[in-house]
Nanobody, 115 residues
């Protein structure tokens, strides 16, 4: 069983920054890919950013140039650095890990961008 624990969410003003963390219960090299998704009220869950075991990254167009996904393999942790946050970034952010055709999810962390 894989456990993913997110942290780092909170309330921030427009233009501010937050860094989300996702700690995995086993080595992140065991996953084909890890990523961040988000779900706003009344909307479907959408991809934000992913990083493969080889280090390749992918971003949603809406966050390109503002968000950066990275990892610390020694800590089995994936990060999402979010800069220049906008009100439309408000959502619950979920960590995801893919391995063997199975997707695992964290419990989510709330990000609210508001003045």
């Amino acid at each position: 069983q894989v456990q993913l624990v997110e942290s780092g969410g909170g309330l921030v003003q427009p233009g501010g920054s937050l860094r989300l963390s996702c700690a995995a219960s086993r080595t992140i090299f065991s996953f084909y890919a890890m990523g961040w998704y988000r779900q706003a009220p009344g909307k479907q869950r959408e991809l934000v950013a992913t990083i493969t075991s080889g280090g390749n990254t992918n971003y949603a167009d809406s966050v390109k140039g503002r968000f950066t996904i990275s990892r610390d393999t020694a800590k089995n942790t994936v990060y999402l650095q979010m800069n220049n946050l906008k009100p439309e970034d408000t959502a619950v952010y979920y960590c995801n890990a893919q391995t063997g055709g199975i997707g695992y999810w964290g419990q989510g962390t709330q990000v609210t961008v508001s003045s």
